[in-house]
């Protein structure tokens, strides 16, 4: 995962990055409203969204987000 984040370009941004390996339910290890969320699973962004409302994103477009 970090490795990931590094080759994204991202891993000196997040406070905390999370890796959960079982099936409970991510939002449930959100905390505070400054978060972000990102996961390749529409459901698991939904669930978050709708139960944090922090801004939600897949994999994919993280690399939209740096400002270079």
Do not use: M
């Not at 939002?27 to 400054?34: A, E």
């Not at 139960?51 to 994999?59: L, T």
């Amino acid at each position: 995962l970090v490795e990931y984040t590094k080759k994204l370009g991202v891993h000196n941004i997040f406070k905390d990055i999370v890796h959960i390996r079982n099936d409970a339910a991510k939002s449930k290890f959100i905390s505070g409203k400054k978060a972000i969320f990102i996961d390749d699973s529409h459901r698991e962004r939904r669930d978050v969204f709708l139960e944090k409302n922090i801004p939600v994103f897949a994999p994919e477009v993280v690399k939209d987000l740096v400002v270079t």
